[in-house]
């Protein structure tokens, strides 16, 4: 007993992978004028060049990320910090945590909208 392959398609005598890419073209011209199958505002803003996936998981955990950000400046400059008056000590430690949570905030736009692939040289 043979195991006989044939193929799924009536004309197997294309090559399958153009259809696989007229496929993709097609989704392609399809989605083209909305980025996140919603109002397109993004690519009327102009942020289509920018690499960003939309997916709802990914978006409310970036929210919330900046959310905790904006937290923790909330906390050490108004509970912490000005409780104590301004003086040398509030002014440095102020200036340096809002300092590195602006630089972490930066960071992680920088790193969700920078496309891995495209730092790889060919």
């Given at each position: 007993?043979?195991?006989?392959?044939?193929?799924?398609?009536?004309?197997?005598?294309?090559?399958?992978?153009?259809?696989?890419?007229?496929?993709?073209?097609?989704?392609?011209?399809?989605?083209?004028?909305?980025?996140?199958?919603?109002?397109?505002?993004?690519?009327?803003?102009?942020?289509?060049?920018?690499?960003?996936?939309?997916d709802?998981?990914?978006?409310?955990?970036?929210?919330?990320?900046?959310?905790?950000?904006?937290?923790?400046?909330f906390?050490?400059?108004?509970?912490?910090?000005?409780?104590?008056?301004?003086?040398?000590?509030?002014?440095?430690?102020?200036?340096?945590?809002?300092?590195?949570?602006?630089?972490?905030?930066?960071?992680?736009?920088?790193?969700?909208?920078?496309?891995?692939?495209?730092?790889?040289?060919?």
């Open positions: 007993m043979s195991l006989r392959l044939e193929p799924l398609q009536p004309n197997s005598s294309k090559d399958p992978l153009l259809d696989v890419e007229s496929a993709q073209l097609e989704v392609k011209k399809k989605d083209e004028n909305r980025c996140c199958r919603c109002c397109g505002i993004p690519r009327k803003l102009g942020l289509m060049k920018y690499w960003f996936i939309q709802a998981c990914g978006i409310i955990c970036a929210v919330f990320t900046y959310l905790l950000i904006l937290y923790g400046i906390a050490v400059t108004m509970v912490i910090l000005l409780p104590y008056g301004i003086d040398f000590y509030t002014l440095v430690h102020g200036v340096l945590f809002n300092a590195l949570a602006i630089s972490a905030t930066v960071a992680h736009v920088r790193t969700m909208m920078t496309d891995p692939v495209s730092w790889i040289v060919t």
